[in-house]
C-alpha cells in the first residue's frame, strides 16, 4: 500500500511538471525498455524458474544450499546484465545518429541513460525472491518503496528548488529512477545477509542451476512477448501524437494501484505456498491455496474496478490535474481509466494463474498463451489506433487480457489437479451484485456531493473520499446481506 501511495504521488508531480509533453512521453518509453528486460531477466520468467527450485533445495539441504544456488544465479545474472546494457547502449547511439524525429531521438538518449537500471533491479528481483521464500515478505514489498521516493525527491529538487525547464526536470526525473534502483537493490541485500546469505562470486554450473536455466527460457519467450506487448502499445501510442503514451500511462497507473495493492500482493504470497505444496506432493494444499488465491483476488478487484470506473473522471481531476496536466488531458484519460477498470479482474485472475503454472515448472503454457494473446493484442492494436487513438490501444490490451485468462485457466483445468472454480460460482455472484449495488450508491453519492462541495482541492478531496467510503460500506454491507462471512473466507 505504501509503495503504490507514493507511486501515486510520484506520478502526480509527474504530471504536474511534464503533463503530456514529448518529454514524459519519451521518458515513459524509454523506461519501458529496461522494465522489459527486468521482466525478462529478473522479476518475470528467472524469478517464476527460480522459486521451485530453491523450495526444493530448502526441503532438500536447508538454507545453505539455498544461498549457494542464489549466489550463482546471480553471477551470471550480473553477466549478462552488463553484456546486455553494453548492447543496448550501443544501439541506441546509433538510433541517435540516425535521421529519426526529435521525439526518438529523445528517447533513444534518455534510454540510454535509464537501461544500467536493469542489473539493478534484476538483481534486487533474485534477492527479493530468496526473502519470499524465508516468508520474509515486508522488506520485497517495500523496495518500489525506495524507487518512488527517490524519484519524489528528485523531481521536488528539479521542480520547485531549481525550478529546471522541461529537459532538465526530465534528467532529474532519470537520476532519480537510477538512485532508487540502487537503493531496491541494497535493501534486500542487507536482509537476505540477516539470514545468513553471503555474497560469493560463482559460475560454477550446478544440476539446479541447468534446471534454472532450462525453465527460464521458455519463460523468458513468454515474458518478452508479454513485455513485448507492452513496449509495442507505448511505441504506437507515441506514433498517434505527443500526449497519447502520457495519457495511456496514468490510466493505466491508476487501475495498478489497486491491482498492484492487493492482485500482485495476495499472488506473491501465495506463489511460495503454491511451490511448496508441490515439492511436498500435496495436491490437494495447492488446488485449496490456487483458489483462495483466485477468490480473494476477485473480491477485492471486482467492487475496485467499479469503484475506479464510476468515479474516474474525479479521481483523475483530484490527482493529476494540476501545472501542466489540464481539463482536456483528463477528459482524454478519464475513458481509459473506465476501459482498464473493466479489465482488473482479470489482471488479478492472471496474477494467480501464472504462478501456479511456475509453481508446476510449467514455463511453455503461459508463453503459448502469451503468443496467442500479443498477436490478438498487436492486430488490434493496428485495426483500431487509426479510429480511436488511445481508446482503440486500451480496448485491444484488455480483450487480450481476457482471452489470456480463459486460456490460462482451461489449460490449468487440464492438470491432474482440482482447480475446477464451478463449486465457487455462487460466491463470484454475490461479490458480482454486491460490487453493483456498491457502483449505484457511489455514482448517487458522487452526484450528490458534485453540487455541493464545489470545484476546490477541499471539495474534490471531500468528494472521492466520502463516495469511496460510502461505497466500501455498501459493498461489505451487501456482502453479509448475501450471507458472505469474511471470517470464514480469509481463513
Known amino acids: 500500500m505504501i509503495s503504490r501511495v507514493l507511486g501515486l504521488l510520484r506520478d502526480m508531480m509527474t504530471s504536474s511538471l511534464l503533463g503530456t509533453s514529448v518529454w514524459n512521453s519519451a521518458f515513459i518509453t524509454a523506461f519501458t525498455l529496461p522494465n522489459l528486460f527486468r521482466r525478462l531477466l529478473g522479476e518475470g520468467a528467472l524469478t517464476a524458474a527460480l522459486m521451485p527450485n530453491l523450495s526444493e533445495e530448502l526441503e532438500e539441504r536447508g538454507r545453505a544450499a539455498v544461498h549457494e544456488l542464489i549466489n550463482k544465479t546471480l553471477s551470471w545474472l550480473v553477466v549478462i546484465c552488463c553484456a546486455l546494457s553494453a548492447l543496448v547502449v550501443g544501439g541506441l547511439e546509433i538510433v541517435k545518429r540516425v535521421d529519426v524525429s526529435e521525439k526518438w531521438g529523445i528517447a533513444a538518449g534518455l534510454g540510454q541513460i535509464l537501461f544500467p537500471y536493469v542489473l539493478l533491479i534484476c538483481v534486487a528481483a533474485i534477492l527479493s525472491a530468496a526473502l519470499n521464500l524465508f516468508l520474509r515478505f515486508a522488506i520485497p514489498a517495500l523496495t518500489a518503496v525506495w524507487l518512488n521516493t527517490s524519484i519524489i525527491i528528485a523531481l521536488g529538487i528539479a521542480g520547485w528548488v531549481l525550478g529546471a525547464d522541461l529537459e532538465q526536470k526530465t534528467y532529474w526525473l532519470c537520476g532519480g529512477a537510477l538512485f532508487g534502483g540502487l537503493l531496491q537493490m541494497i535493501a534486500p541485500a542487507i536482509a537476505l545477509r540477516r539470514e545468513g546469505w553471503r555474497p560469493q562470486f560463482d559460475l560454477g554450473i550446478s544440476a539446479r542451476v541447468k534446471e534454472v536455466a532450462l525453465l527460464t527460457v521458455p519463460g523468458i519467450l513468454g515474458a518478452a512477448v508479454f513485455q513485448i506487448n507492452i513496449m509495442v502499445s507505448r511505441v504506437l501510442a507515441l506514433s498517434v501524437n505527443d500526449s497519447a503514451a502520457s495519457v495511456l500511462y496514468y490510466a493505466n497507473r491508476l487501475v495498478e494501484l489497486p491491482v498492484g495493492v492487493f492482485a500482485i500482493a495476495i499472488s506473491t504470497v501465495v506463489f ?100 496467442v494473446t500479443f498477436a490478438i493484442n498487436v492486430g488490434l492494436s493496428l485495426a483500431l489506433m487509426v479510429p480511436y487513438g488511445a481508446v482503440g490501444l486500451a480496448i485491444a490490451t484488455n480483450f487480450a487480457v481476457i482471452v489470456q485468462t480463459i486460456l490460462l485457466h482451461i489449460a490449468l483445468g487440464r492438470k491432474d489437479l482440482d482447480t475446477s472454480l464451478q463449486g465457487m460460482f455462487g460466491t463470484f455472484i454475490k461479490i458480482a451484485g454486491s460490487a453493483v449495488l456498491m457502483g449505484l450508491l457511489v455514482a448517487a453519492a458522487s452526484g450528490w456531493l458534485s453540487t455541493r462541495c464545489g470545484e476546490s482541492v477541499f471539495g474534490q478531496i471531500v468528494l472521492v473520499l466520502v463516495s469511496i467510503l460510502a461505497g466500501m460500506a455498501a459493498y461489505f454491507g451487501a456482502l453479509q446481506l448475501f450471507g458472505m462471512k469474511l471470517k470464514s473466507l480469509l481463513h
Not at 508441490?278 to 491455496?289: H, L, S, V, Y
Not at 469503484?307 to 477528459?331: H, K, P, Q, W, Y
Open 272 to 371: 511460495p505456498s503454491l511451490a511448496a505444496a508441490i515439492a511436498g506432493g500435496r495436491k490437494e494444499e495447492f488446488a485449496e491455496t490456487y483458489k483462495r488465491g483466485i477468490l480473494l483476488c476477485l473480491l477485492l478487484a471486482v467492487p475496485s474496478a467499479v469503484g475506479l470506473g464510476v468515479l474516474a473522471s474525479d479521481i483523475i481531476s483530484l490527482l493529476f490535474e494540476n501545472g501542466r496536466f489540464t481539463a482536456m488531458d483528463t477528459a482524454s484519460t478519464a475513458p481509459l481509466v473506465l476501459i482498464f477498470a473493466i479489465g482488473m479482474p482479470f489482471y488479478s485472475f492472471v496474477s494467480v494463474e501464472t504462478r501456479a503454472f511456475y509453481a508446476l515448472k510449467d514455463t511453455r503454457t503461459p508463453v503459448k498463451v502469451a503468443v
